[in-house]
């Protein structure tokens, strides 16, 4: 996936009100972006920190600039926007990267199911196979130099777990894939120091099994992309 227009560079001065960032250019000027991820963004806010943001020329927009990318402790690239896991991942499982979802005949996007919710891939296969993968982005690193989900207390998160453990109940395939946007990280865990409850309905979902898949993305000043599998511990 390619971003439409050239990013700019900018420093991090502070994000507020969960979805707004103060960003200074290098000519001094001052922007407010738009930040595009709900959760805490732990370790990815630091002070002063590299970003880089897109720039939109639609006059409707309230903002023209989204924060995109963020270097993290002076040296690792991470994605921001949590709008673009799920782009990526389609793309990949279409274009075969990802192994272990090829073969499928029929893949769709946010498709209705569970208690009010939509599934953000199902893949049918010929045989009328249905396959239910949830992708989750992964940008946490923390400081024992392991990559953890979530970042912050989630009971969205779980109700996602036991959605999946009701599709493998059905008799379908059932996925957690962990988008892993950040290139510091090389193997993901449940969050149990942050969401023990998380923790505690993630081992429940393998235990029913849902599969879980972690692939790690790899980001330029251009483009990202999904890589390779990652171990998930």
Not at 102 to 108: A, F, L, V
Not at 177 to 184: I, K, N, Y
Request: with cysteine; charged share 25%; proline share 3%.
């Amino acid at each position: 996936m390619e971003f439409p227009t050239t990013l700019i560079e900018g420093r991090l001065l502070k994000r507020y009100k969960r979805f707004l960032s103060d960003v200074q250019l290098p000519n001094g000027e001052v922007v407010v972006a738009h930040c595009p991820n709900t959760g805490s963004m732990k370790r990815c806010q630091q002070d002063n920190a590299r970003v880089w943001l897109s720039k939109s020329d639609n006059p409707k927009r309230k903002l023209a600039y989204t924060w995109e990318l963020v270097e993290v402790d002076e040296k690792h690239l991470a994605c921001i926007n949590t709008g673009l896991p799920n782009k990526l991942v389609g793309e990949a499982i279409a274009k075969g990267v990802v192994t272990e979802l090829s073969g499928y005949s029929e893949q769709k996007a946010e498709v209705k199911y569970g208690e009010k919710s939509r599934i953000d891939w199902l893949l049918t296969g010929t045989d009328g196979e249905k396959c239910y993968v949830e992708v989750k982005n992964v940008t946490l690193l923390e400081e024992d130099g392991k990559g953890y989900f979530p970042d912050a207390v989630t009971e969205r998160g779980r109700k996602h777990l036991n959605e999946l453990i009701a599709m493998v109940e059905q008799g379908h395939r059932a996925v957690l894939f962990f988008c892993v946007s950040h290139m510091g990280i090389d193997q993901v865990s449940p969050a149990r120091h942050i969401d023990p409850a998380y923790a505690d309905a993630f081992e429940l979902a393998v235990s029913k099994g849902v599969e879980v898949l972690a692939y790690k993305v790899d980001i330029t000043y251009n483009k990202m992309e999904v890589s390779h599998a990652i171990v998930v511990c």
